[in-house]
């Protein structure tokens, strides 16, 4: 591409290089799993989240990370998901004692 492309192109949203992470979890809801102490969390993301990103609790120490393990929007599988609803597997979340109103933030 020329130098006049780089400088007028459109970027591609649906790039995901081109996508930050980072934003805020509010739990509407939790979900213990069959796997022992995976949670799943439902709320919404304001910002971005992708599948291995880490969130840690508002309030808390920002080093005490939780792995996202998947992400799903109305039961299917997604890598990234940004401004929407979200259903959140975190990696030993049941520790951690999140509930209702909980706030989660993505850890850049």
Do not use: W
């Not at 990696?91 to 951690?96: D, F, P």
């Amino acid at each position: 591409m020329s130098l006049f492309g780089n400088l007028f192109s459109k970027n591609d949203n649906n790039d995901p290089d081109q996508i930050s992470n980072g934003g805020t979890y509010v739990v509407e809801d939790t979900f213990k799993l069959t796997t022992p102490g995976d949670l799943v969390v439902v709320g919404r993301i304001n910002g971005t989240v992708r599948t291995g990103d880490k969130v840690y609790i508002e309030g808390a120490d920002e080093n005490d990370l939780i792995l996202i393990k998947e992400l799903n929007i109305f039961r299917t599988k997604v890598k990234t998901a940004t401004d929407t609803n979200v259903a959140l597997c975190l990696e030993n979340g049941e520790q951690y004692g999140i509930v209702k109103g909980t706030v989660l933030h993505i850890k850049i």
